[in-house]
């Protein structure tokens, strides 16, 4: 293996998993999640020597690569639901740990409704914990465009979870 291999194994090594928890949340679907990290990391591997020449801040470059390629997809995508022949049983049970995972799928299913960059958006935002100029630049976009899009998102997803609070 070449050193420009090894050096690009450790840092997909390390890369990898946060990339995939992102895309995760941008998408919603683990087995997509890995195929976004995965399509980033190519892109990644295909500029390597001059990434690394530049210094250019290499986990940046693979996040905004992995946000363009999920509004790309999200865009082209259609509908891919299936509907089932019969609904599967809710388990009921009142502790804890159900209630947590009916809240994070509630939250889930309310990132879903919001649109790609609006997605993006929180993701970056609040998952990534990245700074308004830093999301305004992996979506190659004005600061003004990540604080009304954000705005937005944020009022949409107050809505379904209110509504899904009163629903309960």
């Known amino acids: 293996m070449s050193r420009r291999d090894q050096s690009f194994a450790d840092f997909a090594a390390v890369a990898q998993p946060r990339l995939r928890r ?3 949340l941008m998408c919603g679907d683990w087995h997509r999640a890995s195929d ?11 500029r390597w020597p001059r990434l690394e020449r530049r210094g250019t801040d290499l986990v940046g470059y693979a996040r905004r690569a992995l946000v363009t390629i999920a509004i790309d997809q999200s865009r082209k995508r259609s509908n891919d639901e299936r509907p089932l022949e019969t609904v599967p049983e809710v388990a009921e049970a009142d502790d804890g740990f ?69 629903a309960s």
């Open 22 to 24: 992102t895309a995760y």
């Open 36 to 46: 976004l990290a995965q399509e980033a990391l190519i892109r990644v591997y295909l």
């Open 98 to 166: 159900t209630a947590q995972l009916t809240s994070r799928a509630e939250l889930l299913s309310a990132l879903e409704a919001l649109g790609p960059r609006q997605r993006a958006c929180v993701v970056l935002r609040y998952f990534e914990d990245m700074s308004v100029a830093e999301v305004a630049a992996a979506l190659d976009c004005s600061t003004g465009t990540v604080k009304s899009q954000t705005a937005r998102a944020l009022d949409t997803l107050r809505t379904l979870l209110a509504d899904t609070e009163v």
